[in-house]
């Protein structure tokens, strides 16, 4: 049995890698032609997320080692801190703004995405607010709600409609998991719909993109270009894909190659066999996940565990559905995969914390066992 659970917990570790150490070749071959001829060397985007891959790996084992009770104890300062980040991409000369959005912080050397803190963050908290309670009235998800409305509130006036759907979805899970009654579902989605609805209305270019989406044809240039491009590279791929770096849309056709439509790449110069093959890693991790969070010594640690997977297959699902047209065309990165430090960096901590709960289980399992 002992040798089952180290089985599993390095399949957890060894997937993640793998899909990390395949987003850099990935990368390198969707900007190797932009980053060439903006920077003037091609392994440019390349160089920068192999180093956040080597700050991310030691993260990853340092969160190994992190006590879960102390997350549970410091949520509210987690959370807190997760706002302020947010809060400060909107500060001149400390916001960064990048066609269009302000998602970013200026670190000097560097920036980081707050956001990506933040859904992590509001998973500690909520799991520490779930962890009290063996059934969910309207009066304890107050706490959830209004973190939960305080983060997505300040990523959509980034604005990052995408980011904000993730959250939302996950928190849905985790409250539907944790024992939420339909009818608080029923009362909670009427706000949430008024409110989606009212965003797209407010803003000319969220209307566009809807748009778009219907009918990309309607304006090629415009609105409707990245998703008819990224058509073009899952459909050129075929069953097996042209080869690697043989793509022909990274030749500045479709923009974001590296980062968030690195997928239409991979389909491109993989094919639907390649799309299929990491699309499997990613069930692998999701249910090495789900099992960790079921196998869990407390209650905070399972909804932990929950938490942190549901935000990987969430993710991972918006962003397929983005590539292939199913939703509206919105920006979001594929974990693990797509050009980001501070994504990557984010979901090798969860990983690294999946590990660190599956390890406490294995321990509590086997002292059980010896006495």
């Not at 801190?81 to 001149?92: D, E, I, N």
């Not at 959005?101 to 050397?109: D, E, M, T, V």
């Not at 239409?264 to 094919?271: D, F, K, M, N, Q």
Request: hydrophobic share 50%.
């Amino acid at each position: 049995m002992e040798n089952k659970w180290k089985i599993h917990r390095k399949l957890l570790v060894f997937s993640a890698i793998f899909l990390a150490l395949f987003g850099l070749v990935m990368q390198y071959s969707a900007s190797c032609y932009s980053a060439e001829r903006q920077f003037g060397d091609a392994f440019y985007y390349v160089k920068k997320q192999a180093i956040a891959l080597v700050f991310a790996l030691v993260v990853m084992y340092g969160v190994k080692f992190i006590k879960t009770e102390w997350l549970k104890k410091w949520r509210y300062i987690i959370l807190a801190l997760s706002l302020v980040l947010l809060a400060l991409v909107f500060l001149p000369k400390i916001g960064v703004e990048n066609y269009g959005a302000k998602r970013w912080i200026n670190l000097g050397f560097t920036t980081m995405q707050p956001s990506d803190v933040a859904k992590f963050a509001l998973v500690i908290f909520i799991a520490g607010c779930l962890e009290k309670k063996s059934s969910i009235t309207f009066k304890s998800m107050i706490p959830i709600l209004i973190a939960t409305a305080l983060v997505c509130v300040l990523i959509m006036l980034e604005p990052n409609m995408s980011v904000t759907m993730c959250v939302g979805v996950v928190v849905l899970i985790m409250l539907f998991v944790g024992g939420c009654d339909y009818k608080h579902f029923l009362v909670m989605a009427i706000p949430v719909v008024v409110g989606v609805i009212a965003l797209i209305l407010m803003e000319p270019y969220r209307v566009k993109r809807l748009m778009a989406f219907i009918d990309p044809w309607a304006s090629p240039l415009g609105e409707g270009y990245q998703l008819i491009q990224s058509y073009y590279a899952l459909g050129s791929g075929g069953l097996f894909g042209l080869g690697l770096f043989n793509s022909r849309q990274k030749y500045l056709f479709l923009t974001f190659s590296e980062s968030d439509f690195i997928l239409s790449i991979v389909g491109e110069e993989l094919g639907f066999v390649g799309i299929v093959s990491i699309l499997c890693i990613f069930i692998v991790i999701t249910y090495q996940g789900l099992k960790i969070a079921k196998n869990a010594n407390t209650r905070f640690d399972s909804y932990l565990a929950l938490g942190i997977t549901a935000v990987i297959a969430v993710q991972t699902l918006l962003n397929v559905a983005v590539i292939s047209g199913s939703i509206p065309p919105t920006g979001i990165p594929l974990p693990f995969v797509s050009n980001g430090g501070t994504s990557l960096m984010c979901f090798m901590a969860g990983i690294g914390l999946l590990e660190n709960i599956a390890s406490k289980s294995q321990k509590s399992y086997l002292n059980h066992k010896m006495y």
